[in-house]
C-alpha cells in the first residue's frame, strides 16, 4: 500500500536522480511549464463524499500539499486541475487550490451537463475563483448514448453561447464530434489523451482511437491535449509506441493547438514528474525549441485564455 511518506519520498528521489543526467538542463529552462490536467482530491469525510463505490486512481489522496512540491522539484510552473470523477460534480477543492496558489492553478470545472436546467449556472461559471471552461467524459454507455440521441444537444449551444472551453475525454467518437465541431464553430473543444481511453489502449485500439482524433483536426476550433502518454503506452519509460501517435497529431494541429499534460495520477508509478516533462522536450526530435515552447505551455494558456 502506498503511504504519503513513500509517494512524495519516492517521487522526489527519483526526480533528483533523473536531473543529474539527461533532465539537469530544465534548471537553466526559459519556457514556461503549465500541466493541462492534474486530478487534486482530498480523503472522503463526512462533509465531503465521493460517489459512492467510485475509486480513485490511487490509494491516497492528491492533495494539495503533495502536487506543489511535486510541481516545484519538476520545475512545472502551473497546473491545470481537473477535478476526478470520483468526487461528483463539485469543484470546492479545485477552488481552494486556486484561492491558496493562484498563480500556479486554474481549473476546467466538472458540471452537471445531464440536467439541462444546469444551462443557468454558465452565464456565471467564471466568476468562480480560477474557473476557465469545463470538462466532460463520455465513456459509459449512458454518457455515449447522450451524445447519440441528441439529449446533450442542448450542453454544446449553451457552452457556446457562453464562450467557456470544453475538454472532452470520449474514444472512438469522432463522426459524433465533427458534427458538434462544425454545428458550433465559436466553441472551443479540446480533446482530453489524444481521444484515447485506458480501456481502449489495453485493447491495443490506440491507434484506432488516434485516426478519429486526427479527424477533427481540420476545426480550427479543436484541439489536443497530448496527455498520459505513460498511462496508454505499453512501455517503459521514453514510452516510444506512442512516439508515431504523438507525432502523428502534432503534424496534423500544429504546435499552437497541442498540449503537453500528465494526468499523473494515473501512472504514477511508471515515470517520474520530471521524466514525464523530458519525454516532451529531450526525447521527441520532430518538435523545434519554439515548438516546445507552445506545446509545453503557451499553447494552453493561449488556448484557455489564462493570462
Not at 179 to 196: F, N, W
Not at 212 to 220: I, M, W
Request: aromatic share 10%.
Amino acid at each position: 500500500m502506498l503511504t504519503r511518506r513513500t509517494f512524495v519520498g519516492t517521487t522526489l528521489s527519483a526526480g533528483a536522480a533523473v536531473a543529474a543526467g539527461a533532465g539537469a538542463g530544465i534548471a537553466q529552462r526559459k519556457r514556461i511549464i503549465v500541466d493541462s490536467q492534474v486530478h487534486l482530491w482530498k480523503a472522503e469525510s463526512d462533509d465531503w463524499k465521493w460517489v459512492p463505490g467510485a475509486k480513485p486512481q490511487m490509494p491516497e489522496p492528491f492533495t494539495i500539499e503533495k502536487a506543489v512540491p511535486l510541481m516545484d522539484d519538476a520545475g512545472v510552473d502551473r497546473v491545470v486541475i481537473v477535478p476526478p470523477s470520483w468526487i461528483g460534480n463539485r469543484n470546492d477543492y479545485a477552488i481552494e487550490a486556486v484561492k491558496r496558489y493562484p498563480n500556479r492553478f486554474a481549473i476546467m470545472g466538472r458540471f452537471p451537463m445531464q440536467d439541462p436546467k444546469s444551462a443557468a449556472l454558465l452565464p456565471k461559471w467564471k466568476e468562480q475563483p480560477g474557473m476557465l471552461g469545463i470538462r466532460v467524459t463520455f465513456n459509459t454507455p449512458a454518457t455515449l448514448e447522450s451524445l447519440k440521441d441528441g439529449s446533450s444537444d442542448w450542453f454544446w449551444s449553451a457552452v457556446e453561447k457562453a464562450g467557456l472551453p470544453v475538454m472532452f475525454l470520449a474514444s472512438m467518437q469522432g463522426p459524433l464530434f465533427a458534427g458538434i465541431a462544425e454545428r458550433h464553430p465559436q466553441l472551443t473543444l479540446i480533446v482530453d489523451h489524444m481521444g484515447v481511453l485506458s480501456g481502449v489502449a489495453r485493447a491495443g485500439r490506440t491507434g484506432e482511437a488516434v485516426k478519429h482524433t486526427l479527424s477533427l483536426a481540420k476545426f480550427p476550433n479543436v484541439s489536443v491535449k497530448l496527455s498520459a502518454a505513460p498511462l496508454l503506452s505499453n512501455e517503459t519509460y521514453p514510452f516510444k509506441d506512442m512516439s508515431a501517435h504523438i507525432r502523428s497529431l502534432f503534424d496534423a494541429y500544429g504546435p499552437r493547438r497541442c498540449y503537453w499534460g500528465t494526468d499523473i495520477t494515473n501512472s504514477f508509478d511508471k515515470v517520474t514528474y520530471r521524466q514525464r516533462i523530458i519525454h516532451f522536450t529531450e526525447t521527441l526530435d520532430f518538435m523545434s525549441e519554439e515548438d516546445k515552447d507552445w506545446v509545453m505551455g503557451r499553447a494552453i494558456l493561449e488556448r484557455l485564455k489564462w493570462s
